[in-house]
C-alpha cells in the first residue's frame, strides 16, 4: 500500500519553516483577536477625531488672526490685519502637518499594541509554542515586525489621509484654502506612517528584551512622552551643550523627521530621520540578540 506525505503549511518539501508560512501564520493570529480589530478601529477614529478637533481650533486661531492682528480682538491689543501667509508665520503653524494632527494617539496605542504582541506571548507561554513550530525565532520576530510595520504605516496613512478631507472644508469655512497640492501635505502624510511604524519596532523590541507587558508599555511612555520633557529641563542648565540634547530624542527627532523646512540650531529633516534610525536599531538589534540566545 503506497502512502501520500502532505507537507505542513509554512514548510518547505524538505521539512524546513518558510517566512512566508510564518508570516501567513502571524497575520492570522493578529487579526483573529476581535479585540485587536476593536482596537485598531477605536484607534482610527481617536487620530481622526483629534486632527478634527486640531483643524477647527488652528482654523478658528487664524480668522481671529487674519482680521485682529496677533493682539486677537483683546481690547488694547494691537489690531492689524495680516494675510494668511503672515498668519502662519506669527502663529508658528505649519499647515501641512494638519493631517498628523492626530498622531500621538496612534504612537501611544500602536506602540503599545506592538509591547502586548510578544509579550502578552511570554505570559502566558504561547512563545514556546511559537519557537517550537519556528526552531530559528528570529523568523518569527520578522514576521510580527512586518506585520506590525504594515498595519501601523497604513492605518496611520489612512487616518492621515481621512483626518485633511475633514480638515479642508473645515478650514474652507474660515475662509482659508489648504488642499492636499500644499506644500509638505503630502510628504507629511507619507512620513507620518513611517513615524508610527518606527516606534511599533520599538514597542516590539522593548516587549521582547522586557517580557513584561506592564514594564515595556512604561518604558515605551517614558521613552516617547517623558524624555523630552526632561531633557528641555536640561537646557536651562549651564553650558551649551545641555541646549541641543533634546533634539536628539526619539519623538523630537522623529518629529524633525516630517517637516520639510531646516530650522535654526535644530536637526534638519533628513538627520532627524537618521537618530530616529538609530534609536530603533538601538532597541531591535539587542531585542533580535536576546531572542535568539535567551531561555524561553
Known sequence: MSTTTISSPGRAAHGSVTFAGVLRSEWI????????????????VAMVGVGAMTAWVEAMTFERAMKNGMGMGMPGAPSEPM????????????LYAIPNAGLQIGILILGALAVLLISSEFGTGM??????AV?????????????????SYFLTLVAAVVTMLVAMPIFG??????????????????MGGLYVAGVSLIGLSLGTLLRSSAGGIIVLVALMFLL?????LL???????????????????GGRMLEINDKEAFLS???????FLGWILLFLVPATISLKTRDI
Not at 127 to 132: A, K, L
Not at 228 to 232: A, H, K, N, P, Y
Not at 269 to 275: E, I, K
Open 135 to 151: 526552531p530559528r525565532r528570529l523568523p518569527a520576530f520578522f514576521a510580527k515586525a512586518a506585520v506590525l510595520v504594515v498595519v
Open 228 to 232: 523630552e520633557i526632561g531633557t528641555s
Open 29 to 44: 493570529k493578529f487579526r483573529s483577536l476581535r479585540s485587536t480589530r476593536l482596537l485598531l478601529l477605536f484607534t482610527f
Open 173 to 190: 469655512a474660515y475662509g482659508i484654502e489648504i488642499s492636499f497640492g500644499l506644500e509638505g501635505v503630502a510628504y507629511s502624510i507619507l
Open 83 to 94: 494675510t494668511a501667509a503672515q498668519a502662519q508665520e506669527a502663529l508658528g503653524f505649519n
Open 269 to 275: 529633516p533628513f538627520a532627524g530621520g537618521m537618530v
Open 235 to 253: 537646557g536651562m542648565a549651564p553650558g551649551e551643550f545641555w541646549k541641543y540634547v533634546g533634539q536628539y530624542v526619539p519623538s523630537v527627532s
Open 127 to 132: 512563545i514556546r509554542s511559537t519557537m517550537t
